[in-house]
Nanobody, 122 residues
Framework: QVQLVESGGGLVQPGGSLRLSCAASGRIFSINAMGWYRQAPGKQRELVATITSGGRTNYADSVKGRFTISRDNAKNTVYLQMNSLKPEDTAVYYC????????????????WGQGTQVTVSS
């Protein structure tokens, strides 16, 4: 009923920047927390950053100071600005919504996007 679509991934050289977007669609009235996770080949999925409906943010230590998460509640969209990218940032990045209040005033939980590839290489 709720769909998440990521975009903005690609190939960049070390030190470069990318901006990821994730748009939620469906019968959405409001969204609680949103976040970005990533998974490299052979590795477990890990948290990158989260942001609450009130704008409070949380970052993994490995990206703190380089990445910035933000959201536009009117567009039901979350962004991840990635600067000073390193080869270690190479992964598939996934958008997550922890809880949605639908237009039927019903809560739905734990939606994931399909993922977008980020590759950092010279």
């Amino acid at each position: 009923q709720v769909q998440l679509v990521e975009s903005g991934g690609g190939l960049v050289q070390p030190g470069g920047s990318l901006r990821l977007s994730c748009a939620a669609s469906g019968r959405i009235f409001s969204i609680n927390a949103m976040g970005w996770y990533r998974q490299a080949p052979g590795k477990q999925r890990e948290l990158v950053a989260t942001i609450t409906s009130g704008g409070r943010t949380n970052y993994a230590d490995s990206v703190k100071g380089r990445f910035t998460i933000s959201r536009d509640n009117a567009k039901n969209t979350v962004y991840l600005q990635m600067n000073s990218l390193k080869p270690e940032d190479t992964a598939v990045y996934y958008c997550n919504v922890d809880r949605v209040l639908t237009t039927s005033r019903r809560y739905e939980y734990d939606y994931w996007g399909q993922g977008t590839q980020v590759t950092v290489s010279s």
